[in-house]
């Protein structure tokens, strides 16, 4: 992993105040990991006394929209995250693109509405099973990337992607160790050829059932800067496994 490792978790529509406990253990495990840049995308209720409650770790926003204010009812935009606390949003989420219909020009949209917000961006692909059965894994991925990435690329490291199969998520299946590598070789050079100079700066994450178990195997992939993990980044305990499996090696 050639820069600090980014370990990210995506809390979804889990917790409440009574969660801050549970962010603050987070954010102590992550004060004694200093070598790994650790975050949390609460959702967007608890995003302002989660930034009271800790010290150390970034808080992100789940999802955003394109436009920065006006008649968009239940939505955010990402001046409203920055607003609350958070440094980063997750942006093209399967479960947005999936649940809510979100299309790659919308996430492009959205991933370009954070960085002028001056939010990093965590823009998300990845393949349902069907696509990777029929060996278009690849090809999918390389079309999310094409039409979701922002055309700028901000400042250095404020665009991220998360390689994220569709079929491993939450379901404690993961792509094999070989797979991931591919896939993660494949968008660096993607990244490579649309940012060139300023690929350098961008992260590429692993996310679906990472969990303390596999954790290790899956940072250790080519081109794997770090993790989003969903479930296992609810409690401190398996969180935090996490994040020291990230952690540099000090041998
Ligand atoms: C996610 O939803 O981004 C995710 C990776 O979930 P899980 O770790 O639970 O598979």
């Known amino acids: 992993m050639p820069h600090r490792p980014y370990i990210v978790g ?15 253990a987070i954010d102590r495990g992550a004060a004694r990991n200093p070598g790994v840049n650790v975050g949390i995308a609460p959702p967007a209720t608890l995003l302002a006394p989660m930034a009271e409650a800790v010290e150390t770790i970034s808080l992100g926003g789940q999802d955003c929209h394109a436009q920065a204010s006006g008649a968009f009812t239940g939505d955010i935009s990402a001046a409203m995250l920055a607003d609350a606390g958070a440094s980063f949003v997750i942006v093209g989420h399967s479960e ?48 999310q990337l094409a039409g979701s990435l922002p055309d700028d690329a901000g ?34 050079a993607t990244l490579e050829g649309r940012y060139g100079a300023a690929n350098a700066g961008m992260r590429i ?21 770090g993790a989003l993990v969903g479930g296992a980044s609810l409690t401190a305990d398996s969180f935090l496994t996490i994040v020291s499996a990230a952690a540099p090696s000090t041998d």
């Open 10 to 24: 995506n809390w979804k529509m889990n917790g409440t105040r009574a969660s801050l406990a549970e962010a603050r």
């Open 96 to 143: 947005r693109r999936l649940l809510h219909g979100e299309t790659n020009e919308m996430v492009k949209a959205k991933a370009a509405a954070a960085l002028a917000a001056g939010l990093g961006a965590i823009v998300c692909v990845g393949e349902t099973e069907a696509e990777r059965d029929a060996g278009k894994a690849e090809s999918v991925v390389s079309a």
């Open 205 to 225: 994450l692993y996310g679906g059932s990472v969990n303390a178990g596999n954790a290790a195997e899956l940072l250790h992939c080519d081109e794997v800067g």
């Open 155 to 188: 400042t250095p490291g404020q665009v991220t992607v998360a390689y994220e199969p569709v079929w491993a998520i939450g379901t404690g299946r993961v792509p094999s160790a070989v797979d991931v590598s591919t896939m993660h070789r494949a968008i660096r």
